[in-house]
């Protein structure tokens, strides 16, 4: 199975975050912040995209953004493009 994005939407897989601090202190869940990290999985239709998005590119993307879904145990966010903050270089 697979999932593709219609229109100017696009899939993300969420990047995990650290759970301790760069002193050693291990986090609770209730505490860790929600990730805004991951890579592109998928576009939707090129003609209603107003980016340049590509599966790969590794973004950062708005707090409380998208749709999660979750497919064949890997979850996913579906999101619009619009909540795509910046792509990150390498």
Known sequence: MKIEPLGA???VS???QEHTTPS???LPETAQ???MEGIVE???TEEEMLTDLAVGDRVI???YSGTEVKLEGKEYLLMNE???LA???N
Request: hydrophobic fraction near 50%; charged fraction near 35%; avoid cysteine.
């Open 14 to 16: 969420v990047l995990e």
């Open 24 to 26: 050693g202190l291990v």
């Open 82 to 84: 619009d909540d795509i």
């Open 61 to 63: 993307f708005a707090k």
């Open 87 to 89: 792509r990150i270089a």
């Open 33 to 35: 912040e929600k990730p």
């Open 9 to 11: 939407r696009v899939l």
């Open 42 to 44: 998928g576009v939707g």
